[in-house]
């Protein structure tokens, strides 16, 4: 587990990331808050459709028409406001702050050009390294990622390399620009459970020896509860859970959470094969007035179907919390209704203000 020195190197206060079709407006990511201190890994976590990914790409700035970032999102990278960056700044925030690393290596990597091609393209480009300098640090790239014969592999192609292999020369590729902040999105889903586990314990080696922050983006609790400092649970567009990793899997609290954990495969359940939560994530395609989990909630009650719950805080401490009109425990249900009307974020989408 990592180190953290608890200062926000990236702070994400009310994103709202909205797609407009003709016939709907997709509240992809509904008004999240969170920090990624330096040093550590932070996680989001949740199924396909719960806005992981556009969370990650809101970051990065690659939220193209006809989504847009409402105004009033806030995304501070190192004390500077990326929401108001140029296209031409942005560039250079991911070419050398913040390294992306996809699910699929091959978005990643162009099939027409060597290995070494690329990450010395990339070392010229964002560091102005060239010649047989830009060689010799392409190895030690390529070393540093745990490719055996580097100097040799560079000459090859993408498709001389394994799944595996690809995605460590992706993260040598970003490596190379000196990020000091990576966003990873589902690196592992296309490996096989071993060659997962490796570029887990990569991403762990890196971080120490370069104290990297890592916002980690996966659909699986087991991959989360493995490389997660602090661990934010996403479900249509809304955070509904966020603590520390120790505490969410010891106490989980949302009901959507605790099913989350249901599906990790542990010794229970490989006679049954692997648990599913039951329905899908719904598009969030209008306002929450309502809890969106309640038609898969097992313990829903009348009040979740006219109540927005909002993050209120949940067990000991001030960094365990949960959406969930359930909590704060020991209060009255109208008690409970109330904590979470003075809790609730302000929004730009539904006022008619921020995206005009
Ligand atoms: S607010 Fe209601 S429906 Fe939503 S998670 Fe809590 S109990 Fe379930």
């Known amino acids: 587990m990592a180190r ?7 702070s994400v206060r009310n994103l709202q990331t909205v797609f407009y079709t003709e016939h709907e407006t997709i509240r992809a990511v509904d008004n999240i808050s969170f920090d990624v201190n330096r040093g550590e890994t932070v996680g989001i976590v949740g199924e396909s459709g719960s806005g992981k990914s556009v969370t990650a790409r809101s970051i990065m700035g690659m939220i193209e028409s006809p989504g847009r970032i409402l105004e009033g999102s806030s995304i501070e990278f ?11 700044e942005y560039r250079s925030v ?3 702050g913040i390294g992306m690393v996809f699910q699929d290596p091959r ?9 070494g091609n690329q990450i010395k393209e990339s070392l010229n480009v964002n560091r102005g390294i060239t010649g047989a300098e830009a060689t010799r640090e392409a190895i030690s790239l390529l070393e540093s990622v745990g490719i055996p014969d580097a100097e040799r592999r560079l000459s090859e192609y993408p498709h001389e390399f394994s799944g595996g292999m690809n995605q460590r020369a992706v993260i040598a590729m970003m490596l190379a620009c000196e990020p000091e902040f990576l966003i990873v999105d589902e690196p592992t889903t296309a490996l096989d459970v071993t060659i997962q586990a490796q570029i887990l314990d990569l991403l762990k080696e890196l971080q120490e020896e370069r104290n990297l922050s890592i916002l980690f983006i996966t659909h699986d609790m087991g991959v989360i509860a493995d490389i997660s400092d602090r661990v934010n649970v996403m479900y249509a567009g ?9 505490s969410l899997f010891a106490n989980p ?34 306002p929450a007035t309502y809890c969106r989990f309640a038609p ?7 009040a979740c179907e006219t109540n927005p719950p909002a993050n209120v805080p949940v067990g000991e401490g001030d960094e365990h919390f949960a959406a969930c009109l359930l909590y704060p425990e020991g209060l009255s249900e109208a008690e409970r209704l109330e904590r979470h009307r003075e809790h609730q974020p302000r929004t730009g989408i539904d006022s008619g203000g921020a995206d005009e």
């Open 296 to 302: 898969r909630c097992p313990k829903a009650f009348d």
């Open 4 to 10: 953290s020195n608890a200062e926000p190197i990236l």
């Open 94 to 96: 991911r070419g050398s």
């Open 238 to 246: 809304q955070i509904v859970e966020k603590a520390p990793v120790e």
């Open 78 to 88: 190192e004390g500077r406001e990326l929401t108001e960056l140029t296209n031409e």
């Open 253 to 286: 609290q949302h009901p959507y959470t605790e099913a989350l954990i249901e599906t990790i495969p542990g010794e229970e359940t490989r006679e049954e094969g692997l648990r599913t939560i039951e329905g899908e994530v719904p598009t969030p395609n209008e």
């Open 107 to 115: 978005n990643s990597l162009n099939p027409v050009y060597t290995i």
